[in-house]
Nanobody, 121 residues
Framework: QVQLVESGGGLVQTGGSLRLSCVAS????????MAWFRRIDGQERELVGHINWSGTSTYYVDPVKGRFTISRDNAKNTLYLQMNSLQPSDTAVYYCAADQRASWTNTIAYWGQGTQVTVSS
């Protein structure tokens, strides 16, 4: 059974940092682009950023650019999201996703179950 399992969420104060992890099991995703999404309460799930299969190319949406960093360790089948300078507007459930291709095409093959991040003011 293929699974993506996120961890590392929690409660943090404004200006703080968290690192989310997404561990894949059941198959390797070293040939797949990966991404982080988030769903802010009452809104649609939105893209945070993505990374290509080798980790050499990343993309971030403007609200997180310069504060969030996506990386991956293919040997560990793990995707990371380092979040710095967190703001209350970053409060959301964060999901990892695997694309069907090596570069991000938004054709998602698998979703994780999500991890809650809450930033207090």
């Amino acid at each position: 059974q293929v699974q993506l399992v996120e961890s590392g969420g929690g409660l943090v104060q404004t200006g703080g940092s968290l690192r989310l992890s997404c561990v894949a099991s059941g198959r390797t995703f070293s040939s797949n682009a990966m991404a982080w999404f988030r769903r802010i309460d009452g809104q649609e799930r939105e893209l945070v950023g993505h990374i290509n299969w080798s980790g050499t190319s990343t993309y971030y949406v403007d609200p997180v650019k310069g504060r969030f960093t996506i990386s991956r360790d293919n040997a560990k089948n793990t995707l990371y999201l380092q979040m710095n300078s967190l703001q209350p507007s970053d409060t959301a459930v964060y999901y990892c996703a695997a694309d069907q291709r090596a570069s991000w095409t938004n054709t998602i093959a698998y979703w994780g179950q999500g991890t809650q991040v809450t930033v207090s003011s």
